[in-house]
């Protein structure tokens, strides 16, 4: 009975899936007719992915392109025979079902591996990138629970002084750890200690703490691996294709992109590791591989249009970005060199792909898209939770979409608040137009009031890097004695341009230019803009040193910074 359950509810999976990929250009269609499948019994791993390898052995589920020009490609046979062995030898040490593995790996075969074997055991892994602080690694083994770590040898030593009872797993070899590489002389098949059910934990996030301390996300064994048929839908990418997504492991979007959304349309992931990120060659791999579909988020699609994009012959059919929306000039440069729309999208840590530009619709430019197949989303004020044109985007939980979070797994008070009213509240604003676009404004911590006007700070970041000289951008409010707070930009300069008076009255000159008065930026200041370990602005951390100034003496400055007032012209 249980085989028979488990295959009703793959069929049940690749129905859902084989309708979007019949209308991956009908983005009406597929929402109207797209409805989540919910199988009471069905494991991602061994009845979806096991199936490809045995249906499609020989097709490349993983290539990895090495900084020396090494390369390694690995097909869905090897991967599911590899993923039975690691989960029997994680069985043998001790892991089982519900455990919380830790893994702490770069972009390597055995990264996918491991994330296999734990869908397929029921062991629950928190993914963290590599490039965390030994503080930030406690608090993830502390709030975390875990009972297992998997690393590679150079991470070990962030281990050394940590407390506890947790097995101790290195992919290579390291006194003190078990060594990985014997699961190679494991069995091939795989039989689960107990059947997964949908609502068991797989997936334990730490989202980016750009506003607040990290929030731990718990997906499930149907949340991320089938919420994810969304995020394959954006994506565009079909059975064969090769996806390029440029997001590092230890992060939600690499599940998104180098896992369950490629995975589930039968794709092939590439991976190109480069030891010091270089577009020029990421943009020759595009080429020398033949990517159809390409995800990246809009620092580097910016750092793109610093080179002559129609001097590469891509043969894209699909190129993406999420994160934040994209200036114009980006979409127009990109469109103009290669004949296609770059498609925004959004999603959440918490969720799955909510809303974007699927493929072959119009694209807006600014707009995010409209929702995506088996999301409902609300636009209501964030004072009163009432109907909005501009609040905060919400999913409609009353169907219960497949896609969203169980909860943060050690803060029931945030959970319950957040999905409140059967909305789960983003704490994202945007606004909707008469045509139905979804245009982003900004992280509801970050819009601010400067001289009684409500700010997007995405808006004004949007416009300033346009300029030749501005890498990146950060806007915030500063106070003021007359207007309570005006806006101030924190600016990152390109390679090779010198902070300055020059920069300043350019760069302020090109905003004033492009902004309505009441957005005009007043003050500017030249510096490293800090950053979480995901990468991301923390533009709270800014907001927080402007407030500390409190009201600024006349003529004081910071370092490189520079006030209207300062440059003659322009202070008027």
Known sequence: MPKEKAAEGAAEFRAARDLLLELREDQEAARREFTWPRPAA??????????????????????????????????????????????????AQGVRPSDRILVMLGSQVELWEVVLAAVKLGAVVLPTAVALSEADLMDR??????????????????????????????VGYMDGWLAYPDSEHTALEFYPPRPTAPDDPLLMYFTSGTTAKPKLVTHTQHSYPVGH??????????????????????????????????????ATVLVVNQLRFRVERLLDEVVRCGVDTL????????????????????GLREALSAGEPLAPDVLERVHEAWGIPVRDGFGQTETT????????????????????PGFRVEIVSPDTDDPAETGELCVDLAEAPVGVMRGYTDDGDLTRQVTRRKLYHTRDMVT??????????????DVFKASDYRISPFEIESVLVEHEYVAEAAVVPSPDPLRGSVVKA???????????????????????????????????????????????????????????????????????????????????
């Open 229 to 266: 048929l969304s995020t394959m839908y954006w994506l565009g990418v079909q059975p064969g294709d090769v996806h390029l997504n440029v997001s590092p492991p230890g992060w939600g979007k690499h599940a998104y992109g180098s896992v369950f959304g490629p995975w589930n349309a039968e």
């Open 353 to 372: 792909m909510i809303v974007g530009n699927g493929p072959g619709q119009p694209i807006v430019p600014g707009s995010m898209g409209r929702e995506l």
């Open 295 to 314: 995800c990246m988020p809009p620092t580097v699609w910016r750092m793109l249009l610093r080179n002559d994009l129609a001097s590469w012959e891509v």
């Open 42 to 91: 069905f494991n991602w791993a061994l009845d979806h992915f096991d199936e490809v390898a045995r249906r499609r052995p020989d097709r490349t589920a993983l290539w990895i392109v090495e900084e020396n020009g090494s390369e390694a490609r690995y097909s869905y046979r090897h991967l599911s025979e590899r993923s039975n062995q690691v989960a029997n030898w994680l069985h």
């Open 432 to 445: 909707r137009g008469p045509d139905g676009q979804i245009t982003y404004v900004g992280r509801f911590d």
């Open 141 to 170: 083994m502390d709030r975390g629970g875990v009972r297992h770590v998997v690393c590679a040898p150079t991470e070990t030593e962030k281990f050394v002084g940590m407390q506890g009872h947790w097995t101790r797993i290195c």
């Open 490 to 572: 924190y600016v990152s300069l390109r390679e090779g341009v010198e902070p300055g008076e020059e920069a300043a009255r350019a760069v302020l000159a090109h905003a004033r230019g492009r902004l309505s008065p009441y957005k005009r930026v007043r003050r500017l200041e030249f510096a490293a803009l800090p950053k979480s370990v995901a990468g991301k602005i923390r533009r709270v951390q800014m907001r927080r040193t402007e407030a500390a100034r409190g009201t600024i003496p006349e003529g004081e400055r910071h370092p490189h910074e520079y006030w209207e007032e300062d440059l003659p012209g322009l202070g008027a």
